[in-house]
């Protein structure tokens, strides 16, 4: 059985914008075996991780 993807619209946890978790995003992340949606926005999510890598 095939999954079909479509785009959805999520909030972004930090900053509050909305963006867009795309079709193939989606289908990346079950690839991956990752099962939650992302919870912040492409922007906040790379300022989320520099900032780990910092330390």
Do not use: H, W
């Not at 079909?4 to 995003?25: A, N, P, Q």
């Not at 289908?27 to 910092?54: D, H, I, L, M, S």
């Amino acid at each position: 059985m095939e999954t079909t993807y479509e785009d959805i619209t999520l909030t972004c946890k930090d900053c509050g914008k909305d963006f867009v978790f795309t079709s193939g995003e989606q289908q990346f992340y079950a690839e991956k075996g990752f099962t939650n949606q992302p919870v912040r926005c492409p922007a906040c999510r790379k300022a989320k991780k520099q900032q780990n890598n910092r330390y």
